[in-house]
């Protein structure tokens, strides 16, 4: 662009046409736009490159989550976070207001309790490594039903006594509808729609995925249940995060 800039800009007025010469003359009026645009985008790809670090976990940006390694994460803007005022019902009818509980580590996954299809697997594969998940005494597994009318606290214990789910820091949570749906869709990119023929429209339903977030509650690892690859993955982040905020 610059190029093409400079060549209108070197054109003789006498050799082109009047509607050219006044093209040219409107360039020249814009031209310090132009170059302070030109720079400012320059600038702002600087602040967003980032190199991954073997010894680091990315965070995530923007709409897209694209992942960024920095060390000061205060002080960029639109990395995934979990809201301040993100408050949830868990399974013992409390209210839990994420920021009253802070916390060094946390998985987030998304599920209903009467799912027949991902949701007993990936409730499974986190039962399976609860050997290896002992070794970060202070994390917690937050799992967030997507169908909060109908997942009341009482079907929520009553989905943890199915499971013999006896870790104490392993959370059910219903709450509002629009409150769920935003943090899944926003903070955590699980914005995957199903058609439902009941209601004979696109509405939002779960996703596969673990969510890690870290201290200071930036989503900083995305993971599948589906499979053993990603959940050993998400043991070694674990290993890994923990160790850098000790």
């Known amino acids: 662009m610059i190029s093409w800039i400079s060549t209108l800009l070197r054109m003789n007025p006498k050799k082109t ?6 093209f040219q003359k ?10 302070f645009l030109i720079a400012l985008s320059l600038v702002m790809c600087k602040e ?36 301040e005022g993100f408050q949830l019902t868990n399974h013992l009818g409390h209210p839990y207001r994420w920021k009253d509980h802070p ?39 937050h799992s967030i039903s997507i169908n909060p009318k109908e997942d009341t606290p009482s079907v929520l214990s009553n989905y943890r006594k199915l499971y013999k789910i006896q870790n104490p820091n392993w959370f059910f949570h219903t709450g509002e509808v629009e ?13 995957v729609e199903g058609f439902s023929l009941e209601k004979n429209k696109y509405e939002f339903v779960h996703t596969e995925n673990i969510f890690l977030f870290d201290g200071k509650n930036y989503l900083r690892g995305i993971y599948r249940a ?11 982040d674990l290993r890994l995060i923990t160790k850098k905020q000790n």
Request: net charge neutral; glycine share 6%.
């Open 17 to 22: 046409n009047p509607q050219n010469h006044f």
């Open 26 to 35: 409107k360039v020249r009026a814009l031209l310090p736009l132009l170059i």
């Open 48 to 83: 967003t490159e980032s190199k991954p670090e073997k010894d680091s976990l990315p965070y995530f940006l923007g709409k897209d989550f694209d992942p960024v390694w920095t060390k000061d994460p205060g002080a960029m803007e639109s990395l995934k976070q979990i809201p």
């Open 103 to 141: 916390k060094p580590v946390s998985l987030v996954v998304f599920f209903y309790a009467t799912c027949r299809g991902i949701c007993p697997l990936i409730t499974k594969n986190i039962i399976q490594i609860q050997p290896e998940l002992a070794e970060f005494p202070d994390l917690e597994i």
């Open 179 to 191: 409150v769920i749906e935003s943090f899944a869709k926003s903070t955590c990119g699980a914005e």
């Open 226 to 236: 589906k499979g053993t690859g990603d959940i050993q993955r998400l043991v070694a």
